[in-house]
């Protein structure tokens, strides 16, 4: 592994900034509005929303690159969340990585099934959701961007 290669680690408040600016430019590149009196008002206080759950960052160069965070919805279940990659670094397998990462902290956590809201024009994400075994759902998804709820059976 090299120094400059991205790494993986928990995420602090000291995220919080620059999280939600990769998260509002990930959305703005695909027509998505960011809604953070809602929606991503998660990303104000990382530390407390994600107390019982996960949210890791991937970071190169002392830059946050990517995120994911796991959040507890029921026994044994958990939703995905906040999986972004910013488009400089997409088509290496980091986006892979992620989702692996969060789903072995998932069968961590003895976590059943994995659930997680999208949206259409996500076709990379959508695609990596259905190549990894997600299923589509026909559960509804709180946040009006995401028109697509995908699940997994751990």
């Known amino acids: 592994m090299q120094k400059d290669d991205p790494q993986l680690r928990l995420a602090t408040n000291a995220d919080c900034a620059a999280v939600r600016v990769l998260v509002f430019e990930v959305l703005r590149e695909y027509g998505l509005s960011p809604d953070p009196a809602d929606t991503d008002a998660d990303l104000a206080n990382l530390e407390t929303f994600y107390r019982d759950g996960w949210f890791a960052v991937l970071e ?29 670094w997409r088509g290496r397998g980091l986006g892979r990585m992620l989702l692996e990462a969060a789903l072995a902290e998932a069968r961590l956590r003895n976590i059943r099934k994995v659930l997680l809201g999208t949206a259409s024009v996500l076709e990379e994400a959508v695609a990596l959701y259905r190549q990894t075994g997600f299923r589509p759902s026909c559960m509804h998804h709180p946040a009006s961007r995401c028109d697509q709820v995908w699940e997994l059976e751990l």
């Open 60 to 88: 190169a160069n002392g830059t946050i690159i990517g995120s994911v965070g796991l959040l507890p919805v029921g026994p044994g279940e958990m939703e995905l969340r906040k999986m972004y990659l910013h488009q400089n």
